[in-house]
């Protein structure tokens, strides 16, 4: 008898009102996978995205969503590095689809990693595109030191401010942009320099930056790449598929210029988490909805001025 599960589901392209909570056929695990028990899964702007375009997912019915955290329900032939009950969190199979937004995931056991110590499912699953996404640009891409300044756009975002706190764990001296009323929160997160991008020209403040993490890309691209002092780097999470035309536009500025793409890493992860086990790193959750109101959490992240993440929680 084929088990089953709640899964958030769409069957049409659209706004948030064509997500509905559906049963459908649990997965298994195959060879290298595990079956994660989803006790929280985190909420993306990739994922309206996702719903409202489709992309790589093509036609639907499909089932949104990466972020995970969990337990460990049953292995798949091959896997080493977990037991069943052990709690992980991750981000599989990303850009793939993944069905984060269900009862059960499966995912390959190694993008996945053991959940932070003392951290709850539902910080945990605010983590993993995040944080993976700022790692993988201030340190394995832009290289950030001890020193360097560094400029982080929607410094109080789901991204931002995590990438502010990766910043500081490296020594580097941030600034961050936010409305006014969120620079309390900046110089909690750490931020050495706040700036009002509604009251001043962020380019007009930040000066001689070694590396800007550009998380809204279209004219923030073209201002920031005029912080940077020579050799700087800007790193665009949203513009991977102009990655070209990003480095030809700083390399006529005498600066350089990348596209990320995230991808899933335990090793990353384990990396996170280690930063948080030392209180350097805090995930910042705006709210949470059940399941069954994924909906409704769309309609909160798609607003765009929430503070940290939004999660879902799973019974």
Do not use: C
Not at 177 to 191: D, I, N, P
């Amino acid at each position: 008898m084929t088990e089953r599960m709640l899964a958030i589901r769409q069957d049409a392209l659209g706004g948030p009102e064509v997500l509905h909570l559906a049963e459908v056929d649990r997965p298994h695990p195959r060879p290298t996978e595990v079956l994660v028990r989803v006790h929280a899964a985190g909420v993306n702007p990739v994922d309206w995205k996702v719903r409202r375009r489709g992309g790589a997912f093509g036609d639907p019915p499909f089932t949104v969503g990466w972020d995970v955290s969990g337990v460990v329900e049953q292995l798949g032939p091959g896997v080493t590095r977990f037991e069943v009950g052990d709690e992980v969190f991750g981000m599989p199979r990303f850009p793939l689809a993944a069905g984060a937004y269900a009862q059960y995931v499966t995912s390959p056991s190694r993008q996945l990693a053991r959940k932070p110590a003392g951290l709850d499912h539902v910080h945990a699953a605010a983590l993993p595109l995040a944080a993976l996404t700022a790692w993988q640009a201030l340190v394995d891409t832009a290289r950030v030191q001890a020193g360097q300044r560094v400029l982080v756009h929607a410094a109080a975002g789901g991204v931002g401010h995590l990438a502010v706190q990766i910043a500081k764990a490296h020594g580097a001296y941030v600034l961050g942009t936010a409305r006014e009323a969120k620079h309390g929160l900046l110089r909690e997160l750490g931020v050495d320099e706040p700036i009002d991008y509604t009251a001043v020209d962020f380019e007009q403040v930040a000066r001689d930056i070694d590396v800007v993490l550009d998380t809204i890309g279209g004219e923030y691209e073209d201002r920031s790449l005029r912080t940077l002092r020579p050799g700087g780097i800007l790193v665009g999470i949203l513009n991977a598929g102009t990655a070209e035309q990003t480095r030809a536009k700083a390399t006529a500025l005498g600066v350089r210029g990348a596209g990320l793409l995230v991808e899933p890493d335990h090793t990353t992860l384990e990396a996170v988490a280690e930063l948080v086990a030392g209180g350097r790193l805090h995930p910042l959750v705006a709210a949470t909805f059940p399941l069954a109101e994924a909906a409704r959490a769309h309609e909160l992240g798609e607003a765009g001025r929430t503070s940290g993440k939004i999660v879902l929680t799973v019974d």
